[in-house]
């Protein structure tokens, strides 16, 4: 079945040579050890290159007093 997909993405703590090498085969990308929601903070300037800014990054819808 073709999905369409381009990348298989292993989330935080998942690392597999052999799942990547699969993916890789396919004619996929693979990405191991990465937050999709830190990455995109990263890319979207809610992160620095160092790490974590002074902001708060969460699912958690904030409270407006």
Not at 44 to 61: C, E, M
């Amino acid at each position: 079945m073709d999905l369409g997909a381009k990348t298989v993405w292993m989330q935080l703590g998942s690392w597999s040579e052999e799942a990547a090498a699969i993916a890789e085969n396919a004619g996929l990308n693979a990405v191991m050890d990465r937050c999709v929601k830190i990455e995109h903070a990263r890319f979207h300037g809610g992160l620095h290159l160092a790490g974590f800014n002074t902001g708060v990054i969460s699912a958690k819808r904030q409270v407006v007093a």
